[in-house]
């Protein structure tokens, strides 16, 4: 059985001014604590699983009063002389319930801890860990892993003259590509620093059709995530959007995303000539 949460309670483990680890205390309702040590990639998992569970609407915050009124204490010996062992070496979805999700954590000393979150606990824990990320003076940490949790990088691409494709592959965990829908292909046309108009691209998956709102943001915060796209942020350019598929009825393999990438290339190409 998995455990569930009464209390939470959060810290942050610094070095010279820069994040290690989020400490994250919890009381389950057996009176028994658990303490575990997020470090920057498994911290960004956790909020992709809570980020995809956050209610669409405010709830009442009546779970965050219960929440924060069994708070476990953290100790500051336990920031100080924190436990290897209880960091955390994998984070993993497995089980996507209508109004809960189980989380299981996975720690270096091969322990795993099933953690049951209800819907309604979500918000207080998210604010928890912003709040206690902003106190330690690491806002920007936070803002940075936040912009990343609603999409799933697959394929960056760099388009030749030749027709050929050069490009980086994203491999991520099954429950990952489970959590998002829509399958999209992003072309960015701009001009290197010799004048010359270069495309680059993209293949991504997202909760969200091309044409919204919420992707258009997606598509301006992946120039700054990707190695690749990195030149073509801040560059002036013309960007195109399309949807190569949604729902969950299939995985798209690579030659399937590269060759849409290709297409919409030749598609961009001439809405412009």
């Given at each position: 059985?998995p455990?569930?949460?009464?209390?939470?309670?959060?810290?942050?483990?610094?070095?010279?001014?820069?994040?290690?680890?989020l400490?994250?205390?919890?009381?389950?309702?057996?009176?028994?604590?658990?303490?575990?040590?997020f470090?920057?990639?498994?911290?960004k998992?956790?909020?992709?699983?809570?980020?995809?569970?956050?209610?669409?609407?405010?709830?009442?915050?009546?779970a965050a009063s219960?929440l924060?009124?069994n708070?476990p204490?953290?100790?500051?010996d336990?920031?100080?002389?924190?436990?290897?062992?209880?960091?955390?070496?994998?984070?993993?979805?497995i089980?996507d319930?209508?109004n809960?999700?189980?989380i299981?954590?996975?720690?270096n000393?091969?322990?795993?801890?099933?953690?049951?979150?209800?819907?309604t606990?979500?918000p207080?824990?998210?604010?928890?860990?912003?709040?206690?990320?902003n106190?330690?003076?690491?806002?920007?940490?936070v803002?940075s892993?936040?912009?990343?949790v609603?999409?799933?990088?697959?394929?960056d691409v760099?388009c030749q003259?030749?027709?050929?494709?050069?490009?980086?592959t994203?491999?991520?965990?099954?429950?990952?590509?489970?959590l998002?829908?829509?399958?999209?292909?992003v072309?960015?046309?701009?001009?290197?620093d010799?004048?010359?108009?270069?495309?680059?691209?993209?293949?991504?998956?997202?909760?969200?059709?091309?044409?919204?709102k919420?992707?258009?943001g997606?598509?301006?915060?992946?120039?700054?995530?990707?190695?690749r796209?990195r030149k073509?942020?801040?560059?002036?350019?013309?960007?195109?959007?399309?949807?190569?598929?949604?729902?969950?009825?299939g995985?798209?393999?690579q030659a399937?995303c590269?060759?849409?990438?290709h297409?919409?290339?030749?598609?961009?190409e001439?809405?412009?000539?």
């Open positions: 059985m455990l569930t949460i009464h209390g939470l309670n959060a810290g942050v483990i610094r070095r010279d001014n820069n994040f290690v680890a400490a994250l205390k919890i009381k389950h309702e057996t009176k028994d604590d658990s303490l575990l040590f470090p920057l990639l498994a911290l998992d956790l909020l992709i699983c809570l980020e995809h569970h956050l209610p669409a609407q405010n709830l009442p915050d009546d219960v924060h009124g708070a204490a953290l100790m500051e336990e920031l100080k002389n924190a436990d290897a062992s209880l960091c955390v070496a994998r984070v993993a979805l089980d319930a209508e809960s999700l189980t299981a954590f996975t720690l000393k091969d322990e795993t801890l099933n953690l049951k979150i209800a819907d606990q979500i207080a824990l998210v604010n928890l860990i912003i709040r206690a990320m106190n330690a003076g690491l806002r920007a940490v803002e892993v936040s912009s990343i609603d999409f799933l990088p697959l394929y760099d003259d030749n027709a050929q494709l050069e490009y980086d994203y491999q991520h965990p099954e429950w990952k590509y489970r998002f829908s829509h399958y999209l292909v072309i960015y046309q701009y001009k290197n010799q004048g010359e108009a270069r495309t680059s691209g993209s293949v991504i998956k997202t909760r969200t059709p091309s044409r919204s919420e992707t258009q997606i598509v301006k915060r992946l120039l700054r995530f990707s190695n796209l073509v942020d801040n560059a002036p350019c013309k960007v195109f959007v399309r949807t190569l598929a949604a729902g969950n009825q995985t798209l393999t399937q590269l060759h849409a990438v297409n919409l290339r030749l598609q961009a001439k809405s412009v000539a």
